[in-house]
């Protein structure tokens, strides 16, 4: 094993999927939080490629600095060169918009305007841990911080950042959208 060359052990890892055409990577994953599992495996000493990337290489060629290896498929621990293509981080964005996998909270609306992107802000950010509802009842509170970070179950960083407009800043103290009827006292 130690003499083997990189192409043949990356054969080694993965198995072609009849259906899709996927060549599914059985070998390590990365698996972190939040993200689905993709392949890696060792190159040279130690280092940790991502499989996909290493599938392009090996059969398509280099890959430019600032682009990113993109799935036609849509299966992350897909290696099969010809479900691959480069682009951009925005591209590989666009594309996932027009296949229609951008989720809502996912940190991206699914609509760009030109060739910015554009996030999901106040609740409709998928970590966003108050309503806008909530958010607007803190900026218009006397209360102190200490006590909004209590009532509202966040750190006082929140609560000083929506205070002080670093963030929620699509939110107006003047709205009339708050209403104060459904939040818990």
């Known amino acids: 094993m130690r003499n083997s060359t990189l192409k ?3 054969e080694d ?3 072609p999927e009849p259906n899709s055409g996927c060549w599914i990577w059985t070998g390590a ?15 040279g000493r130690k280092v940790q490629r991502l499989a996909y990337r290493v599938a392009y290489e090996l059969y398509v060629g280099k890959i430019a600095k600032g682009l990113s290896v993109c799935h036609k498929c849509d299966n992350p621990i ?3 060169p010809s479900h691959l293509f480069l682009g951009t981080s925005a591209d590989n964005m666009r594309d996932k918009v027009r296949k229609g996998r951008a989720k809502a ?3 991206y609306n699914g609509k760009p305007r030109s060739d910015q992107i554009t996030y999901n ?4 950010n998928g970590r966003s841990q108050l309503t806008n509802n909530q958010a607007k009842l803190i900026l218009t509170s006397s209360l102190p911080v200490s006590k909004l970070s209590e009532k509202y179950g966040v750190s006082r960083r929140v609560i000083n950042s929506i205070k002080s407009r670093r963030s929620w800043k699509l939110l107006s103290s ?3 959208t708050c209403d104060t009827r459904f939040v818990p006292i």
């Open 105 to 107: 909270g996912s940190g």
């Open 13 to 15: 890892k993965f198995i």
């Open 8 to 10: 043949s052990r990356f």
């Open 174 to 176: 003047g709205d009339q």
């Open 29 to 43: 994953v990365w698996n972190t939080t939040g993200h689905v599992p993709r392949g890696k495996i060792v190159v």
């Open 121 to 124: 802000q106040g609740e409709a």
């Open 78 to 80: 897909c290696v099969n």
